[in-house]
């Protein structure tokens, strides 16, 4: 017999439409009446405004709780405490990827249900089973932590996303993007049975992904509300079918030397990448994982211009890092390591992936 494998793939529940934000009431008084309810500094005030006054109708009381700092494992545990003092019934995240993570270890902690309301396409963080987190004193990559299940609701309010900055989409798009040549990584053949059926679940899907994001994914990022299919249909392959990808790969197979990129930073220049966002690191380093999977030149070309069209950073110094040997070196190391780079052809390789981004 081989292994047993626990799958968690997509969310219990996904409400995606117009102005669905006005249903979070009425998903909350499934489990209970009173929430905590943790927000971005500007996303939060926002989704209260057009929340409060249901909320109110249907009796439900809110403890609001403003990010202010990294998520780390300790500000879980603190919201954890607050939790269980307050007694809530129910852990609600609205906004970004370190939200969305924050809580999803905070509502297995507390034992809690968890609701998301993801503002963006900048996230599969709302739907997947897993959390990256960060130190308390500096923000630097610290570890990832597996979700007990899956989320139990995820809000996609398209009147929300639909008015996100379009810097956000075009990070959004690139990250889901990267599924693909990650997955692949450097293989000849991703055929079953060639590689096990969860790699390929997650080869198939992730190539469906890339096709339908290099074809519409600029028109989308040039007029985000003009075309409402294309919106829903976006939002629907970054915020769950991505997310469906890591559910059949199991750890951290689906993440290789684009990620690995992104970590990096992370973990070396916290400060210097502050103003990078995920799926813009993630984008300089589809460049490098395609170099290192020798993609032909024309769709290397395609990403590429696609970046330069949706103003996206192209090299590590528009990342806010200098290409000295040093850091090149740091990363290269850590590169290695994530992704257990040791034979003599794929680190040529990946020296050469780094090439691309100096
Ligand atoms: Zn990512």
């Given at each position: 017999?081989?292994?047993?494998?626990?799958?968690?793939?997509?969310a219990?529940?996904?409400?995606?439409?117009?102005?669905?934000?006005?249903?979070?009431?009425?998903?909350?008084?499934?489990?209970?009446?009173?929430?905590?309810?943790?927000?971005?500094?500007?996303?939060?005030?926002?989704?209260?405004?057009?929340?409060?006054?249901?909320?109110?109708?249907?009796?439900?009381?809110a403890?609001?709780?403003?990010?202010?700092?990294?998520?780390?494992?300790?500000?879980?545990?603190?919201?954890?405490?607050?939790?269980?003092?307050?007694?809530?019934?129910?852990?609600?995240?609205?906004?970004?990827?370190?939200?969305?993570?924050?809580?999803?270890?905070?509502?297995?902690?507390?034992?809690?249900?968890?609701?998301?309301?993801?503002?963006?396409?900048?996230?599969?963080a709302?739907?997947?089973?897993?959390?990256?987190?960060?130190?308390?004193?500096n923000g630097?990559?610290?570890?990832?932590?597996?979700?007990?299940?899956?989320?139990?609701?995820?809000?996609?309010?398209?009147?929300?996303?639909?008015?996100?900055?379009?810097r956000?989409?075009?990070?959004?798009?690139?990250d889901?993007?990267?599924?693909?040549?990650?997955?692949?990584?450097?293989?000849?053949?991703m055929?079953?049975?060639?590689?096990?059926?969860?790699?390929?679940m997650?080869?198939?899907?992730?190539?469906?992904i890339?096709?339908f994001?290099?074809r519409?994914?600029?028109?989308?990022?040039?007029?985000?509300?003009?075309?409402?299919?294309?919106?829903?249909?976006?939002?629907?392959?970054?915020?769950?079918?991505?997310?469906?990808?890591?559910?059949f790969?199991?750890?951290?197979?689906?993440?290789?030397?684009a990620?690995?990129?992104?970590?990096?930073?992370?973990?070396?220049?916290?400060?210097?990448?502050?103003?990078?966002?995920?799926?813009e690191i993630?984008?300089?380093?589809?460049?490098?994982?395609?170099?290192?999977?020798?993609?032909?030149?024309?769709?290397?070309?395609?990403?590429?211009?696609?970046?330069?069209?949706?103003?996206?950073?192209l090299?590590?110094?528009?990342?806010?890092?200098?290409?000295?040997?040093?850091?090149?070196?740091?990363?290269?190391?850590?590169?290695?390591?994530?992704?257990?780079?040791?034979?003599?052809?794929?680190?040529?390789?990946?020296?050469?992936?780094?090439?691309?981004?100096?």
């Open positions: 017999m081989s292994e047993t494998a626990v799958l968690k793939i997509g219990s529940r996904f409400l995606i439409g117009e102005e669905t934000v006005n249903l979070l009431g009425e998903e909350i008084i499934r489990y209970g009446s009173k929430i905590l309810c943790v927000g971005g500094k500007t996303t939060l005030p926002m989704i209260r405004s057009k929340v409060e006054g249901d909320f109110k109708d249907k009796g439900i009381r403890v609001w709780v403003t990010m202010e700092e990294p998520n780390s494992v300790d500000y879980a545990e603190r919201l954890k405490q607050a939790a269980q003092e307050q007694d809530v019934d129910v852990i609600v995240a609205v906004g970004g990827g370190k939200c969305m993570d924050l809580c999803k270890v905070t509502s297995d902690r507390a034992k809690k249900p968890l609701i998301t309301v993801p503002t963006s396409v900048a996230t599969c709302g739907a997947s089973a897993v959390s990256i987190m960060y130190t308390k004193e630097s990559y610290d570890c990832s932590i597996p979700k007990e299940k899956e989320v139990d609701c995820v809000i996609a309010d398209l009147t929300i996303i639909g008015e996100s900055p379009r956000l989409f075009a990070s959004g798009i690139m889901s993007i990267a599924k693909l040549p990650e997955i692949v990584n450097g293989r000849e053949k055929s079953y049975p060639e590689v096990n059926i969860y790699k390929h997650a080869y198939i899907n992730s190539q469906f890339y096709e994001l290099t519409y994914g600029l028109e989308i990022y040039e007029n985000p509300m003009k075309n409402k299919t294309l919106l829903r249909d976006v939002t629907l392959i970054n915020l769950i079918i991505t997310s469906m990808v890591s559910g790969s199991s750890g951290s197979d689906q993440l290789a030397v990620h690995g990129l992104y970590d990096g930073m992370r973990k070396f220049f916290p400060v210097e990448s502050k103003n990078a966002l995920h799926g993630v984008a300089v380093g589809i460049l490098m994982q395609m170099v290192f999977n020798n993609d032909s030149g024309e769709e290397y070309k395609k990403i590429y211009e696609m970046m330069k069209k949706m103003n996206m950073p090299k590590l110094i528009d990342l806010g890092v200098e290409p000295t040997q040093e850091n090149l070196e740091k990363l290269k190391e850590y590169n290695m390591m994530k992704n257990s780079i040791t034979e003599k052809g794929e680190i040529e390789r990946l020296e050469k992936a780094f090439l691309a981004i100096v």
